[in-house]
């Protein structure tokens, strides 16, 4: 049909094309907003680089030289077998159609996985930022073991530890039928899916698996100071993108989520740097970077509601609490968890989670939460749900692991150094021959 412009168009015709146009673009499939697709992309590598290499330096510099690329190794071999699962059946169990508790298997080696599925950037995106979470989070509990778990150990119990612990409280968190979700509990970014879940699994994973030879008095410090201010950098940048990631977008939210993300390790640092100077004289470069994760892990789960006054109330916090937190657990306690999971990730990811019920209020400039006492309730039920299930399905793993396998390397192996014994190589080489 021609029209002509030059005459005017009669109602009831521009009425029938606007009818016609609006019915073609009801079928047509959903455009990508572009920013936000890009957004989505670049956090997914800003969350994956916090793993390869960042959380691998960060670990790898914190115990002995000859153990240093068994931890390396952990971190690598972990990433690889994670993003198996993810893809072969973990996503479908965590974000497809189900129940309450657990998804379907629709989404079978991701067995119809395209489009946007409600989002505005595409669904294979969503599936590589999520797969960095899965990463992260066993790589983690793992670490808690760090020189004398037997490797196969390490990759049996990711597989069964993502299995039965970490995609259902995936579900329950982040899954829009999940029932903690649904309880209203408030979760950004992995509060409880990964620091309460990682960090109470470190803490009986390391109570079972039990201390290093010579734990605690001849235990050495880290090896290299460096490579863990190195890798400690690497996490505190890719930690916006596992934060303000989780906004999903482009936007003034995710401004200000990467905002407090800030404010948060840089004031946990200091606090930390300060109550060492006071406890033992001197500020060490692993405690004011150790600071800064327990800031990061703190403000996990309160970034989408806090703002600035909260972050800075809950980096103070992190590093007051997670600091004693370390001597409590390795001296009180007497659970060998090498690289401070459970008090770092396990304790500062339970403040910032109880604490964005009264941060969250407009009274400290944050959002989101409108009555302290009902809010509260939520964050105590899912808190109390994730820290539960972490406990009880590490400790089934673990028994399972000890009826099928060996979960420590020997003595003389350990003595030796993993790095010899198991994988047959050394991080070092130190040649005394100048001619060399």
Known sequence: MIINLAKPIPG???????????????????????GDTAWMITSTVLALFMTLPGLAFFSGGRVRSKNVLSVLIH??????????????????????????????????????????????????????????FAIIAPVLVVGACAERIRFRAVLLFTALWLTFVYVPVVHWVRAPEGWILKAGTLDLAGGLVVHIAAGFSALVLARMVGPRQGFPDSVQPPHNPGMVMLGACMLWVG??????GSRFAANEGAGLTMLVTHIAPATASLTWMVIEKMKTGKASLVGIVTGMVAGLATITPASGNVGPIGALILGFLAGLVCYFACGIVKDKLGIDDTL??????????????????????????????????????????????TAAWAV???????????????????EEEENQGLDQSVHGESAYSLNQDPQA
Do not use: K
């Open 12 to 34: 009831a015709l521009v009425f029938l094309l606007l009818i016609g146009t609006a019915a073609a673009g009801e079928g047509d499939p959903p455009l990508p907003d572009s």
């Open 75 to 132: 971190c690598f071999a972990i990433a690889c077998l994670a993003s198996l699962l993810w893809v072969g059946y973990l996503y479908t169990l965590a974000f497809s159609d189900g129940n309450a508790f657990l998804g379907d298997m629709q989404h079978l080696v991701l067995n119809g996985v395209a489009g946007f599925d409600g989002r505005d950037f595409p669904e294979t995106v969503f599936v590589m930022f999520q797969m960095a």
């Open 239 to 244: 930690w916006f993108g596992f934060n303000a």
């Open 340 to 385: 401070n999971v459970f008090a770092v990730h396990g304790v500062g990811g339970l403040m910032g989670s109880l604490l964005v019920a009264v941060l969250g209020t407009s009274t400290f400039g944050g959002s989101g939460v409108e009555n302290v006492g009902a809010q509260l309730r939520a964050q105590v039920v899912g808190v109390g749900a």
């Open 392 to 410: 009880v399905g590490t400790v089934i793993i673990v028994w399972i692991l000890r009826a099928t396998t060996e979960l420590r390397v020997p």
